[in-house]
């Protein structure tokens, strides 16, 4: 049964941290790449970044970039997303998602796996 469980969420003030963890089961991790997505109340999917089993990440929202940064432990089966210089806006619900093969992608559609989210929460 494949599964994808985040966890590491919760609340931190502007400027804070946190790091984000995707524990998968149920697939080879060897053979997927992993994106991260937020979803905002109200807003839709947007795509944070990815990494492929070769450990190439790319970052989709300009707005993270220098500040997130996603890394993969193949032998742990995890798969990380750390946040620093938190904002407010980057408060959402983080989803990572699984893809077959070895190319990322910003779509949703994309990806077969999602895990069921975890909350961030950035205010003072």
């Known amino acids: 049964q494949v599964q994808l469980v985040e966890s590491g969420g919760g609340l931190v003030q502007p400027g804070g941290s946190l790091r984000l963890s995707c524990v998968v089961s149920g697939f080879d991790l060897n053979y997927y790449v992993i994106g991260w997505f937020r979803q905002a109340p109200g807003k839709e999917h947007e795509a944070v970044s990815c990494s492929s089993a070769s450990d190439q990440t790319v970052n989709y929202s300009d707005s993270v970039k220098g500040r997130f940064t996603i890394s993969r432990d193949n032998a742990k089966n995890t798969v990380y997303l750390q946040m620093n210089n938190l904002k407010p806006e980057d408060a959402a619900i983080y989803y990572c998602?699984?893809?077959?093969?070895?190319?990322?992608?910003?779509?949703?559609?994309?990806?077969?796996?999602w895990g069921q989210g975890t909350q961030v929460t950035v205010s003072s």
């Open positions: 998602a699984a893809r077959y093969g070895s190319s990322g992608s910003p779509r949703v559609t994309s990806y077969a796996y």
